[in-house]
């Protein structure tokens, strides 16, 4: 992920925060972002998963 994309995601991230614990910071759900994967594991993860790119609603 670009340097770009990682301060643009912080800068707006931090206004969608509900909680945090020991090992995860929780955000509301309304940033959307393409990500390429392998397939899903049997538990429903992704395998593999890289970003691609956010998307962005015009």
């Given at each position: 992920m670009p340097n770009t994309h990682k301060q643009a995601f912080y800068?707006?991230?931090?206004?969608?925060?509900?909680?945090?614990?020991?090992?995860?910071?929780?955000?509301?759900?309304?940033?959307?972002?393409?990500?390429?994967?392998?397939?899903?594991?049997?538990?429903g993860m992704l395998r593999s998963p890289v970003f691609v790119d956010f998307i962005l609603a015009a």
């Open positions: 800068g707006v991230a931090k206004s969608l925060v509900t909680g945090e614990d020991h090992d995860f910071v929780y955000v509301q759900s309304q940033i959307k972002a393409r990500v390429k994967m392998r397939n899903w594991t049997r538990s």
